[in-house]
């Protein structure tokens, strides 16, 4: 009898470690609950399946330090209304970083953009950006917080929708440095942040100014805000937000004869709501001036608008839209003493599957400049796929449509189309 029992249960075991049994169902079931089946696992589709190595960083004996990096590879193919076609090929390695401790969290994030334009035997810098980010709890009602950031951008020459009159365009190098604090008083949330930041253009090449030098427009900021909320729902929170800028200037403007050097000032009020992680929305106005030291310039004082939302209602969808009201300095090869801009922009992001994601986007800017001739209105829509080969490896492809109407140089209008590869961790 002893051996009768244990026979039958070798066999049971047997059976269950090669598959036999419902709990190790294989991939051709038809009921999706393969082990080896993620793409049709009950509970997963079709959202993407979370890592197994981020599935639960705080559980003990997990690293604190989450590091991620990527290397993509993609063509790109314009071709514009004024005749001119490009054909840019960029490798844009990124990495990025996270340090989860008791009370404190660390992040950093770098990317670089290597750009080729036509063929050419010269490749160039189009984008940079390192940032480190950090946040502190005190205690639970107290949160500091501080960032540093530094950043380069350059266009390549035959970029679609710039300046027809710019051959080479200006490089414009950035760095920031900011501290802030936010404290809970009952339903009452305070905050205080300061900003110190550095812009400076290098030269760039023109066709009716030759090679043009940008030192004019290098500046210092700096900026304090105080915001001030009011939890009136477990939902909503009103809310109130002052703020003061103020910009230095390197050098007198060579076209004005004057320094832009300008303090700036603006009130918002406005409201925020979150449902839980379906809806998350902003709204606020108020007013915005900029005040001249120079006597000879004009203050600026407009109405400002500022707006966003995003919708999540699982996790295969999210939409986010938004707009925004700015004043800001002209900038390189502007004729103006500041610019007002407005914006607006929306995206949908579709997870058909854990290898399929569809995207798609729309954005619209117009500006002008105060005390000058020139204004731009621009707008644009993209759509685009993401197909994981792998786990370490996707393929990707866009569509870019660009319409600009520019006062100086007249309409614009371009087609992009860009294929790529990204090797990620």
């Known amino acids: 009898m002893a051996t009768r029992q244990t026979l039958t249960m070798l066999a049971a075991f047997w059976l269950i470690a090669a598959g036999a049994g419902p709990a190790a169902g294989g991939p051709l079931d038809g009921d999706g609950s393969g082990y080896d089946n993620e793409r049709l696992r009950p509970g997963i589709y079709p959202a993407a399946p979370v890592p197994e190595d981020f599935a639960v960083p705080n559980e003990p004996g997990h690293s604190p330090l989450d590091i991620d990096w990527s290397v993509g590879l993609r063509g790109s193919y314009s071709s514009q209304s004024d005749g001119e076609d490009s054909f840019v090929t960029t490798l844009s390695p990124q990495a990025s970083g996270t340090y989860r401790g008791q009370r404190s969290t660390l992040t950093f994030t770098g990317s670089t953009d290597l750009a080729r334009a036509n063929g050419r035997d010269t490749i160039g810098i189009t984008g940079a950006a390192l940032e480190v980010s950090g946040q502190y709890a005190l205690d639970r009602l107290t949160t500091l917080s501080s960032h540093a950031a530094l950043g380069h951008a350059r266009d390549l020459p035959g970029t679609p929708g710039l300046d027809p009159q710019i051959i080479r365009p200006a490089g414009e190098t950035t760095a920031s440095l900011g501290l802030g604090v936010t404290r ?17 253009y290098g030269d760039s090449l023109r066709r009716d100014t030759g090679l043009t030098n940008h030192d004019d427009s290098n500046f210092w900021s700096s900026n304090a805000s105080l915001r001030l909320g009011y939890q009136a729902t477990p939902i909503f929170e009103v809310f109130g937000a002052a703020e003061i800028g103020r910009d230095m ?29 379906i809806v998350s929305a902003s709204a606020s106005m108020g007013l915005g001036q900029r005040d001249f030291d120079a006597d000879g310039f004009s203050d600026v004082s407009t109405e400002l608008y500022d707006a966003s939302i995003t ?6 969808l999210n939409l986010t839209a938004g707009l925004s009201t700015i004043i ?3 900038g390189a090869d502007a004729d ?9 922009n929306a995206e949908i992001d579709y997870t058909v599957n854990s290898w399929l994601r569809l995207r798609a986007s729309a954005d619209w800017t117009r500006w002008k400049q105060v005390d000058g001739s020139e204004r731009e209105t621009r707008y644009g829509l993209g759509a685009g796929a993401d197909y994981q080969v792998s786990r370490h490896t996707a393929l990707s492809a866009d569509y870019d449509y660009g319409h600009r109407e520019n006062s100086a140089s007249g309409t614009l209008d371009s087609h992009t189309i860009s294929v790529g590869v990204t090797l990620q961790r």
């Open 311 to 316: 919708f999540r209602p699982d996790p295969t």
């Open 249 to 277: 200037f390197d050098r007198p403007s060579a076209n004005l004869g004057e320094r832009l050097d300008a303090t700036d000032k603006t009130l918002r009020a406005g409201v925020t709501g979150t449902w839980g992680e």
């Open 336 to 344: 103006g003493t500041a610019r007002i801009e407005h914006s607006a």
């Open 328 to 330: 800001a300095p002209p």
């Open 184 to 200: 809970r008083f009952g339903r009452f949330n305070l905050g205080l942040d300061g900003t110190l930041a550095r812009t400076a």
